[in-house]
């Protein structure tokens, strides 16, 4: 694979969007994300069930926040795979596992994060594996921060939904606009960003600035934000060619295809990641060059 030339000064320059895409179809993005999206379709269920383990080890059965669960897993899908998704959905429920059922949920959440981990370390060329031992542990560990996330929005929603409360009691003036803004959006978005932004910062073997990777968290938030509605209008546009090809298996390809696309803008984010990367260590590398050069 080529080496990636870039400028010292690539991360201020406001190219860096197509750059990554084009190094995105240099990488093979295309062919990862195909197995990002299949590794998907075997893991999320079981992924969802570990989560739901998890959240149960700390809170219980606790109805109002397995109901807010189901939501927001709901809402990272558009509204023309609706069918599926609610199918999925609707198999995730609390209830007490034993160990050889925990593994096996582990052992499927694993494969997710194998495909992620695999593709991220091909877009920033590493040569340097971790041993299998770290990749399981590390897989948990971000498993269970992304179900730490999740409590936290939680938390933060039912918040706003209390301020709201108190605030209409003592003004009679209803906020339901910042409310629903704050809760159907900037949540959601900020909880996607976030997630991102530590996948992107922890994949890679080498040590990634964390400003860096949150450059393409909030690239990956913003853009998988403006797909889910981008999505539904393609699907209305070409939703009678899908189902003369495909029939009734036209809901089911409709659904991978999402599931594709959101791959693709992940590995297009990890890309943009990379690129600021390469542009830091380029500028530290001409500052060492430039301090440690004579005087003239």
Not at 22 to 38: C, E, Q, R, T, V
Not at 98 to 101: A, E, L, R, T, W
Not at 233 to 256: E, K, R, W
């Given at each position: 694979?080529?080496?990636?030339?870039?400028?010292?000064?690539?991360?201020?320059?406001m190219?860096?969007i197509?750059k990554?895409i084009?190094?995105?179809?240099?990488?093979?993005?295309?062919?990862?994300?195909?197995?990002?999206?299949?590794f998907?379709?075997?893991?999320?269920?079981?992924?969802?069930?570990?989560l739901?383990t998890?959240?149960?080890?700390f809170l219980?059965?606790?109805?109002?926040?397995?109901?807010?669960f189901?939501?927001?897993?709901?809402?990272?899908?558009?509204?023309?795979?609706?069918?599926?998704?609610?199918?999925?959905?609707a198999?995730?429920?609390?209830?007490?596992i034993?160990?050889?059922?925990f593994?096996?949920?582990?052992?499927f959440?694993?494969?997710?994060?194998?495909?992620?981990?695999?593709a991220?370390?091909?877009?920033?060329?590493?040569?340097?594996?971790?041993?299998?031992?770290?990749s399981?542990?590390?897989?948990?560990?971000?498993?269970s921060?992304?179900?730490?996330?999740?409590?936290?929005?939680?938390?933060?929603?039912?918040?706003?939904?209390?301020l709201?409360?108190m605030?209409?009691?003592?003004?009679?003036?209803?906020?339901g606009?910042?409310?629903?803004?704050?809760?159907r959006?900037?949540?959601?978005?900020?909880?996607?960003f976030?997630?991102?932004?530590?996948?992107?910062a922890l994949?890679?073997?080498k040590k990634?600035?964390?400003?860096?990777?949150?450059?393409?968290?909030?690239?990956?938030?913003?853009l998988l934000?403006?797909?889910?509605?981008?999505f539904?209008?393609?699907?209305?546009?070409?939703?009678?060619?899908?189902?003369?090809?495909?029939?009734?298996?036209?809901?089911?390809?409709?659904?991978?295809?999402?599931?594709?696309y959101?791959?693709?803008?992940?590995?297009i984010?990890?890309?943009?990641?990379?690129?600021?990367?390469?542009s830091s260590?380029?500028?530290?590398?001409?500052?060492i060059?430039?301090?440690?050069?004579?005087?003239d």
């Open positions: 694979m080529a080496a990636r030339k870039i400028a010292p000064d690539a991360g201020l320059e190219n860096v197509p990554s084009l190094s995105f179809f240099k990488d093979n993005g295309p062919i990862h994300a195909g197995s990002m999206a299949y998907f379709l075997m893991s999320f269920v079981p992924l969802c069930f570990l739901v998890i959240f149960g080890y219980g059965e606790n109805k109002e926040f397995y109901a807010f189901s939501a927001r897993a709901m809402r990272f899908f558009p509204a023309a795979t609706a069918n599926i998704s609610r199918g999925l959905m198999l995730v429920t609390y209830k007490k034993g160990v050889f059922s593994l096996i949920y582990t052992y959440s694993h494969l997710l994060y194998r495909s992620l981990e695999s991220v370390h091909v877009i920033f060329q590493e040569k340097a594996k971790r041993s299998q031992l770290t399981i542990v590390m897989s948990f560990l971000m498993i921060m992304i179900a730490g996330f999740i409590i936290i929005s939680f938390a933060a929603t039912s918040l706003i939904q209390m709201n409360l605030f209409t009691d003592s003004t009679g003036f209803r906020i606009i910042v409310e629903s803004f704050l809760i959006f900037v949540i959601p978005v900020f909880l996607v976030i997630t991102a932004a530590v996948l992107y994949l890679p073997v990634i600035a964390f400003r860096n990777a949150l450059y393409g968290g909030l690239f990956t938030a913003l934000e403006a797909a889910r509605h981008l539904n209008l393609y699907v209305v546009n070409v939703a009678t060619q899908i189902g003369a090809i495909y029939g009734p298996l036209s809901s089911f390809v409709i659904f991978l295809l999402w599931i594709y959101s791959a693709c803008i992940f590995l984010g990890a890309e943009i990641v990379c690129t600021f990367d390469a260590r380029r500028r530290d590398e001409d500052a060059r430039e301090q440690s050069s004579p005087p």
